[in-house]
């Protein structure tokens, strides 16, 4: 069994500061007001740790990565 890395955004609670995008550029764009726009929602084995330290740097916690078991 392995696992995916899934990354997500909580809408309701980004304040479109963008640090995400800045972070993982590779899988989150911005669109014309600043907000994130996921280009792909798995996150590969090389951008794990990207990945983790931009959920991390989110000043409101709105970026979240899910483990799924395949």
Avoid: F, N
Wanted: with cysteine; aromatic share 2%.
């Amino acid at each position: 069994m392995s696992r995916t890395r899934t990354l997500r955004v909580d809408r309701i609670a980004c304040t479109g500061q963008g640090l995400c995008a800045e972070l993982l550029p590779e899988l989150i764009d911005l669109d014309e007001w600043g907000y994130p726009v996921l280009k792909d929602t798995t996150v590969p084995d090389r951008l794990r740790a990207h990945a983790r330290r931009a959920v991390a740097a989110c000043p409101v916690l709105a970026l979240h990565t899910d483990d799924d078991r395949t």
